[in-house]
Nanobody, 119 residues
Framework: QVQLVESGGGLVQAGGSLRLSCAAS????????MGWFRQAPGKEREFVGR????????IYADSVKGRFTISRDNAKNTVYLQMNSQKPEDTAVYYC????????????WGQGTQVTVSL
């Protein structure tokens, strides 16, 4: 089992930046990829992006491409979500999640961290 703890959320003005962290512990050898998702009030959970646990392959949702960057520190078992040029529509609870291989769903997630972008 993998345990995930997100941190770094907060309040930022539009155009500003925040960096979220997701620290993984437990059976990290089983991780194939870590993804970031977000959910705004009254809206469906939305995929933000993901990074492979080995290698540097990343993919992003169109809504964040060019503004958000996912990176990984293997020594710390931590993945980061750097969010730049933030917009009010980025306001949501952000979750990191992991999956064991390409074909399965994400099956471990953290408690989430709130990001609020004000005008």
């Amino acid at each position: 089992q993998v345990q995930l703890v997100e941190s770094g959320g907060g309040l930022v003005q539009a155009g500003g930046s925040l960096r979220l962290s997701c620290a993984a512990s437990g059976r990290t050898v089983s991780i194939y990829a870590m993804g970031w998702f977000r959910q705004a009030p009254g809206k469906e959970r939305e995929f933000v992006g993901r990074i492979r646990w080995s290698g540097d392959s990343t993919i992003y949702a169109d809504s964040v491409k060019g503004r958000f960057t996912i990176s990984r520190d293997n020594a710390k078992n931590t993945v980061y979500l750097q969010m730049n040029s933030q917009k009010p529509e980025d306001t949501a609870v952000y979750y990191c999640e992991t999956k064991k291989c390409y074909l399965v769903d994400y099956d471990s997630w953290g408690q989430g961290t709130q990001v609020t972008v004000s005008l």
